[in-house]
């Protein structure tokens, strides 16, 4: 978030507690106004819809895309005429890929130009609107409880184009095709049924290559893929598995990159004891569960990729996280550690 946002905030916004919720979407202030005006205007309605056990998966994207569609941060980068509606509809339903290029498009540029559209809108920007619209309305409705399943889920669902919560599991976790997530997920489902994402990481680390193989249907190549994910799980398995299944006490980070693009200066006053903020970045190229460390309103580096992709999915799914500074070294160069909790 920048300078400038943070500043209008804190100027137009008197509640506290609004402020802190507004900071946390990472929007303008003016869109997160907009967003909290169109939950008040019909509160039950929104109520009903977040709450709802029975609501769904295509009630809930055509109610939220004909919000968070309108506003400014959402607009996508690259153009692509279609119903995008409709669109966003068969891609969480996992249309294959090529059956929407065979229906949306008609010559090599406009499939150029799908995949622009699709990266972009389904992969960055809505799932940024819609973690956002879900996190406003919880305040907005003073809706303390986690939300059902598939609403906790959803902004994860259009970001991998996948039509469960645990498919998004697996895509999380390096499954490399949508196909293949929706066969971990029904695989996890008969051994395990409706759990949570620790469980499912605990399952998903004790497979083995030829689980994937002969089980899964996956390839080789993807066989090797999902062994190394597996795999780099077990290190720190009990710990990870355990404390976001059950959500205990703290669980420990890095705070990685501090010594790149002027963050160094910028932190130069972190001490221990220290609370430092948390915020998803969903346009990083380079990663796309990154999570951003901020530390008085500056950008001081990211989680470190290990705890980060265990984390993001909460995040995404409205899980807030507290972190306070536990140690910090400021030799050969600066570097911290933050201990993380579950904000309850």
């Not at 205007?41 to 609501?55: A, F, I, M």
Request: proline share 4%; glycine share 4%.
């Amino acid at each position: 978030m920048s300078r400038s946002t943070v500043m209008d905030i804190r100027t137009r916004i008197t509640s506290s507690e609004r402020r802190k919720v507004y900071r946390q979407t990472g929007l303008q202030v003016t869109s997160c106004e907009e967003v909290t005006h169109w939950i008040e205007s019909e509160p039950d309605r929104v109520r009903s819809l977040l709450t709802g056990l029975d609501v769904s998966i295509e009630t809930l994207l055509k109610e939220v895309f004909s919000k968070v569609s309108r506003l400014p941060q959402m607009q996508p980068q690259y153009s692509f005429e279609a119903d995008h509606e409709q669109l966003l509809i068969d891609w969480v339903n996992q249309t294959r890929i090529r059956d929407l290029v065979s229906s949306y498009t008609h010559s090599a540029t406009e499939e150029m130009s799908f995949h622009r559209f699709v990266g972009d809108y389904f992969g960055y920007r809505l799932p940024w609107g819609i973690s956002s619209y879900f996190h406003i309305a919880k305040h907005a409705l003073g809706i303390t409880d986690e939300l059902p399943e598939t609403q906790r889920w959803l902004a994860s669902m259009v970001k991998y184009g996948v039509p469960s919560p645990r498919s998004t599991w697996a895509m999380c976790l390096g499954c490399p095709s949508r196909e293949l997530a929706s066969r971990l997920a029904r695989g996890f489902a008969v051994d395990k049924g409706n759990e949570s994402f620790g469980t499912f990481m605990e399952w998903f680390s004790n497979l083995t290559e030829e689980d994937f193989v002969h089980r899964f249907d996956a390839t080789a190549n993807q066989a090797r893929t999902l062994t190394r994910s597996a795999r780099s799980l077990v290190p720190n398995r009990e710990e990870l598995v355990s404390r976001i299944r059950h959500r205990p006490t703290t669980l420990r980070a890095r705070i990685m990159g501090m010594q790149y693009e002027g963050r160094e200066q910028k932190a130069i006053e972190i001490a221990p004891r220290e609370t430092v903020q948390l915020s998803r970045e969903y346009g990083n190229e380079y990663d796309p569960n990154a999570i951003k460390v901020l530390y008085r309103g500056n950008h001081i580096g990211y989680l470190e990729r290990s705890v980060a992709r265990l984390l993001a999915p909460e995040m995404d799914a409205g899980l807030q996280f507290q972190a306070i500074v536990s140690h910090v070294r400021r030799e050969p160069i600066l570097s911290a550690m933050v201990n993380l909790s579950v904000l309850t």
